[in-house]
Each structure stands twice: as structure tokens, then as C-alpha cells.
């Protein structure tokens, strides 16, 4: 089983994580934040990781730390979990439509962290939510996690949607990225014969 648990304790956060990446997509997440909580939720359900993290953070200055901090610990457990990545499918992606909105996710388990992230979003807030956030997240993400990770909204005009299909279209491009290659279950898939490091 690619399990992992993750602490991370700093003065402004206070966060731990459990995953499986071989689950089914059960999940149990408090952040203090419901629509980020809503979003980490669409992402083990559709990824199939089942994810448990508990988030205590500065809400009271507001949600950028926790939102940041959560996206470092799911990405340091996707990688922790992973360990040499050896047998993985290693590239995913996913075209994620939600109504008028389209979203394209690519990823690259690389172990070479990249965000290129081509979304914008109509509105400055969901709720309380600031949209900017996002982008926080997933550049957290990326970088704990090893991913190369381009996220385009190709189109879309409503901003629940566009962030939702970006985490479906992460958790998809994840399922297909951690999958087991049969034909090379034992392999690192790289002609270098490790993830990580230069081109």
C-alpha cells in the first residue's frame, strides 16, 4: 500500500494528512474553510487517493496560510507516498467540462516541480474565499508534490466552476499519473533511471 502521514507545525498553521493512493476516494477533510474543503474533497473523489487532513490555521488575518499550507501537505504526501516512483504511469491529464466552463490539466510526475497556471477567474471572491488563492495552492502543490503541472481554463464564466474543474481536472490527471504500469511495475520511468534533477 503507497500510504503516507504528513505534519506540518509552523507558527501560522498547524496541519496533518494521511493518504492512500491505492483507496477509493474516501475522504475526511476540516481546513476551517468550506470551500476549500469542498475542493479537497473533489479531489480524492476523483483521484481515488483517499485523503484525511486536519487544518488549524490564522483564519482570523485570513485563509491564505491555510490554504497554502494545505496544498504543501497533500503535495508532500503524494510524493512521500510515492517514494521512488518507481512502475508509475508517471504523465496524466485530463479535459474537465462543468457546464459552460472548460478545463485542461497535464501533469508530469517529474519530481521537477512547475506550475504553469493559465486560469482566471471572473470574480475576486467565492463567498469569503479569495480566487487568487488557487493559484496559491496549487503552485504549493506542485512544488511538494515533484509535479510539472500546466492548469488552462480554455473557457468558462462562472468561478465556482472554473476552480472546480480545475481540482477534478488535477485529480484525474493524478489517477492516470499513479497508476501502475504492468509492463514496468519494477522500473523508474526515466531513461536517467531516476525522477528529479536536470532534463
Known sequence: MRTAEIERNTKETQ????????????????????????????????????LTLRAKGDLHIDFHHTTEDSGYVVGE??????????????YGHAYIPMDETLTRVTLDLSNRPYLVWNVAFPTPKLGDFDTELFKEWFAA????????LHVENL??????????SSFKGLARALKAAIAIDPRRSDA????????????
Open 15 to 50: 496541519i496533518s494528512a494521511s493518504l492512500n493512493l491505492d483507496g477509493a476516494g474516501v475522504y475526511d477533510v476540516a481546513t476551517g474553510i468550506g470551500f476549500l474543503d469542498h475542493m479537497l474533497e473533489q479531489l480524492s473523489r476523483h483521484s481515488l487517493i483517499d
Open 77 to 90: 504526501a503524494v510524493s512521500a507516498a510515492l517514494g521512488d516512483r518507481a512502475g508509475i504511469q508517471r
Open 141 to 148: 502543490f506542485a512544488q511538494s508534490a515533484g509535479a510539472t
Open 155 to 164: 473557457y468558462g464564466a462562472n468561478s465556482h466552476h472554473i476552480a472546480e
Open 188 to 199: 523508474v520511468p526515466s531513461t536517467k533511471g531516476v525522477l528529479g534533477g536536470s532534463m
